[in-house]
């Protein structure tokens, strides 16, 4: 299943799992990654609070289903547009 595939009229790429995968040796290349935020309290699902949270990762795009529909409430799952040559920030503060 590698290949390009679209994300909101964008193209991305989609790899194979690989065990001991190093983001950071992509420098200066954009990744989509699925980012998980656990306790997050209810009153902070907003779509406009989860944007701002996953613009302080990267650039927000999207948010999974079951967070959408609160259909499981002990994570928060976003995917976030980075840039590897940017690092990856380990935590953010809400």
Same mark, same amino acid.
């Given at each position: 299943?590698? #290949?390009? =595939? @679209? +994300? @909101? $009229?964008?193209? $991305?790429?989609?790899?194979?799992?690989m065990p001991m995968y190093d983001p950071m040796r992509e420098k200066d290349s954009i990744q989509l990654l699925w980012t998980k935020m656990h306790? +997050?309290?209810?009153? &902070?699902?907003?779509?406009?609070?989860? %944007?701002? =949270? #996953?613009? =302080? &990762? #990267? =650039?927000m795009l999207d948010v999974e289903e079951e967070t959408?529909? &609160?259909?499981? %409430?002990? %994570?928060?799952?976003?995917c976030v547009e980075?840039?590897?040559?940017?690092g990856l920030c380990e935590c953010t503060n809400i």
């Open positions: 299943m590698e #290949g390009k =595939r @679209y +994300l @909101y $009229s964008s193209i $991305s790429s989609l790899k194979n799992w306790s +997050l309290p209810l009153e &902070l699902w907003l779509e406009m609070d989860l %944007t701002m =949270r #996953g613009n =302080r &990762l #990267g =650039r959408h529909f &609160l259909d499981r %409430t002990s %994570t928060v799952e976003i980075m840039n590897m040559g940017d």
